[in-house]
């Protein structure tokens, strides 16, 4: 008998769970899209016009690592300037809206998701932002400059190099920003695993395949042949992958049935 009542309550319960999620038309859902998209862009252009005011200091950031090396930008058309301005403009203003912009992608899913489930969007926001940055810093500081000195001091010390803006700031651009996106590897797994559509196990009996993935990617982005090198990049991708296996088995869905079961 009192199996039955607990049977009931935690059926009672997972109804009224299940009546949280509000019903939403596909017009409603392409109007709340709407409405995220119009707030993000508003976000945006404001981060583009605080970033426009410093857009010197910008630019001297990005090309300080070719500075420390002798070399300095050039440009061969009349435009590359006010591009390189725009361009570092846009993509700071970016950096400066993400958490407002990742809050608006946070309000628009978080209408598919369980109460219990939303109160991720703090530990969201700040582990995207934050991940990101450290993988940028960490292209920034190590794998940039180390990549310049090597292919234009090293290899290239018997030519005269002429850095342009447009191959440089190409350059800068596929490092820092395939860094930052690299290191969002745990969040992409969180919501894989939040929706049940990978589980611990899986990522843990494929690590093998997994570690060979990061070591060709680390192959591409590390400048030096040196396999010591190499395992340096490889190293913090690896460290994102099992700490990935951690917050899957933390938001996987059978974990936290298993909980309630035992609850």
């Known amino acids: ?60 950031f990005i090309q300080a690592p070719l500075n420390r090396i002798g070399k300095s930008m050039v440009f061969t058309h009349p435009m590359d300037p006010l591009n390189l301005d725009l361009q570092v403009a846009l993509v700071g203003g970016a950096i400066l809206a993400s ?48 990549a310049l000195k090597i292919l234009i001091v090293d290899f290239g010390h018997n030519f005269t190099s002429m850095v342009t803006i447009e191959d440089y700031t190409g350059f800068f651009r596929s490092i820092i920003l395939g860094l930052g996106i690299s290191f969002e590897l ?5 919501f894989l695993a939040m929706f049940g559509i990978v589980s611990p196990s899986f990522l843990w009996k494929n690590i093998r395949y997994a570690i060979l993935a990061v070591f060709l990617v ?6 030096s042949p040196d396999p010591w090198t190499m395992c340096i990049y490889a190293v913090p991708m690896l ?10 088995w933390w938001v996987h869905p059978s974990r936290r049935k298993a909980k309630e079961a035992a609850q």
Not at 113 to 140: D, H, K, N
Not at 186 to 190: A, E, K, M, S
Not at 218 to 223: K, L, S
């Open 218 to 223: 680390a192959a591409v982005i590390c400048p």
């Open 239 to 248: 460290a994102l992958y099992l700490i990935g296996i951690a917050v899957a």
């Open 1 to 60: 008998m009192v199996d039955a009542v607990e049977a009931i309550g935690k059926a009672r319960a997972a109804v009224s769970e299940r009546a949280e999620l509000p019903g939403m038309s596909l017009m409603e859902h392409l109007d709340e899209l709407r409405k995220r998209i119009v707030h993000s862009a508003i976000y945006l252009a404001i981060g583009f016009f605080v970033s426009w005011f410093f857009r010197d200091r910008l630019v001297g």
């Open 99 to 146: 958490p407002f912009i990742l809050y608006q992608v946070w309000l628009f899913i978080a209408p598919g998701l369980y109460q219990r489930e939303r109160r991720f969007v703090i530990p969201f926001m700040a582990a995207t932002v934050g991940l990101f940055l450290g993988g940028a810093a960490f292209g920034y500081f190590y794998v940039l400059p180390g």
């Open 186 to 190: 745990p969040i992409l797994i969180f």
